[in-house]
């Protein structure tokens, strides 16, 4: 029996193996390790690609939305409302600030924030608002802009979405290998048409400094590394091609009526479908029989970060964000990525059809 992954990295980059091999050479023989022309070519390329003034490459995701709130001054005694529905890395940034993550409820339909809830838990301490593109689905922010608080998009899953970076204040991205855009490695990047903040996550990411001999800041040393800035050049330009087919592979699901048996993600013209999560009730049988078939799945959250064991201090009790809870209980992912065969979509939903009953 053949198996079905979740993802198949290899399947992108296989074609592109010449192309990196030839970069990997090219970063040997020019010796320039850190910060080399890379590093700072792939910062122009990226900025253009996403339509913003400035990025600055950082060393992973989790790196550049540290650095983002620090150039945003967040710090001891601010609260950053975020939701509990992400990854652990968006709460665990603000608490390496010293600040307080505050969670809002989600959108059962878009698993993005709420923005009402959002709005409700403004206080005077409020000091940025970090939204998160779940699963390449893009939240429009401007009502969370208009709220007058620093907006950092959290679009680790979503880079190519368009429109992504373009309204919040800053914007953070990372390039963990199984991401739309990725590295062979570590990496992230910083987004924003605000030159200050950008001079500032500069600043930050080479110890506070631009020469290393006077420091203005005290910093970080993070700092995306010349061999995956390199990568990522090769990368960039497929990215358009591989989100069309990621939203060609999730449309097909739909045609083969995988929607009358479970709750599909819902869709609109800017999902780039980083994964291809549903809900169900019954997500338990479909993933046993998934794995019977050797058919890779995977859940999410299904812990969200209010009842995480290192979060317990913030005093969150089951129950108390009811849109994310169910969420975590009923959430999992079906194989996609760009190139997907059609006979394996099909193969998954005639799994999934003889799991479960239709909805329909």
């Known amino acids: 029996m053949q198996t079905i992954p979740l993802v198949d990295v290899r399947a992108e980059y296989e074609p592109l193996i010449p192309r990196l091999e030839a970069a990997f050479r090219e970063v040997l023989e020019g010796k320039g390790f850190i910060r080399g022309p890379n590093y700072w070519a792939f ?28 150039a945003l001054g967040v710090g001891p005694g601010d609260e950053v409302i975020c939701p509990a529905f992400t990854f652990y ?20 339909a878009t698993l993005n924030l709420d923005l009402e809830d959002t709005a ?26 208009e709220l007058g608080i620093p907006v950092l998009e959290d679009a680790a899953q979503a880079f190519g979405a368009p429109g992504v970076a373009q309204q919040g204040a800053i914007s953070t991205f990372s390039f963990y290998p199984t991401k739309n855009l990725f590295c062979l490695g570590d990496g992230g990047l910083v987004a924003t048409n605000d030159e200050e903040l950008a001079d500032r996550v500069q600043l930050l990411s080479f110890h506070g400094s631009r020469d290393k001999a006077a420091f203005d800041l005290i910093g970080y040393n993070s700092r995306l590394d010349e061999l995956q800035a390199a990568f990522l050049r ?19 699901y739909s045609e083969l009526g995988l929607g009358e048996l479970v709750e599909l993600p819902q869709d609109e013209p800017s999902h780039v479908y980083h994964l291809f999560v549903c809900r169900s009730r019954e997500r338990d049988t479909i993933r046993t029989a998934l794995a019977e078939a050797g058919i890779a799945s995977a859940t999410y959250y299904t812990t969200p970060l209010h009842l995480q064991p290192s979060l317990r201090y913030l005093g969150y009790e089951p129950g108390s964000l ?12 079906l194989p996609l990525w760009p190139g997907i065969p059609a006979e394996a979509q099909e193969r998954v939903v005639d799994v999934v059809r003889s799991a479960v009953p239709s909805r329909v």
Request: hydrophobic share 50%; aromatic share 6%.
């Open 43 to 70: 910062q122009e390329e990226a900025a253009a690609y996403l339509g913003v003034k400035r990025t600055i490459g950082v060393a992973n995701g989790t790196d550049a939305l540290v650095l983002a709130l620090d």
């Open 89 to 108: 890395a968006t709460a665990e940034s603000v608490v390496r600030r010293g600040a307080t993550p505050v969670f809002a409820d989600i959108d059962p």
């Open 120 to 145: 409700a838990k403004v206080t005077d301490r409020t000091r940025a608002i970090i939204p998160v593109h779940l699963f390449g689905r893009l939240l429009d922010v401007r009502p969370l802009v």
């Open 234 to 252: 090769v990368f960039l330009p497929e990215l358009a091609g591989w989100n069309e087919a990621r939203r060609a592979a999730a449309a097909r």
């Open 322 to 333: 009811p849109a994310t809870e169910q969420a975590g209980a009923e959430n999992f992912s």
